[in-house]
């Protein structure tokens, strides 16, 4: 399987085509940017990288919705197994203990089709849970693994 080379937050990474996901309409305010890579570094638990392929400086950490004790109805129409990620808000401090999660407006992923898009939802449901140390199994399959040096280079897994 031949990879295409794109620089990204974490360095030059070869990407695969079929892993790379279409932004279908594209995310309110980036609409020049329609085509993305799910990262997932290790050490970073649950959380992955949605790095846009047409500008490096633009990625994106998402997280399951039950880490922020949220969750939601998958929106219409829905594919068969889609999976509801959020974008989480990191504090400029860097404090873990700060992170926020951008709750009105997830993101809803179609593996199959390796498109995703977000919504607007008027308020998600409250739910009880824990979350898992990983992300979703079904992205976490389709999505590039990291390992980081001591310097903070990144190498593919």
Request: glycine share 8%; hydrophobic share 45%; proline share 11%.
């Amino acid at each position: 399987m031949s990879a295409e080379y794109y620089p990204t937050r974490f360095g030059k990474l070869p990407v695969p085509s079929t892993q790379i996901w279409r932004c279908d309409p594209a995310l309110a305010g980036f609409s020049e940017l329609q085509r993305f890579v799910l990262l997932h570094v290790e050490n970073q638990g649950p959380f992955l990288w949605l790095q846009a392929l047409e500008d490096p400086a633009i990625a994106f950490p998402l997280c399951d919705p039950i880490h922020f004790g949220v969750d939601y109805a998958a929106p219409k129409p829905a594919c068969g197994e889609g999976t509801i990620m959020l974008m989480v808000i990191v504090p400029r401090d860097g404090d873990a203990a700060g992170l926020r999660a951008h709750q009105m407006a997830p993101l809803y992923f179609c593996p199959q089709q390796r498109v995703f898009r977000q919504w607007i939802v008027e308020a998600p449901q409250p739910c009880q849970g824990s979350g898992a140390a990983l992300p979703p199994a079904t992205l976490l399959a389709m999505s590039i693994r990291l390992g980081l040096d001591a310097s903070g280079e990144a190498s593919t897994a």
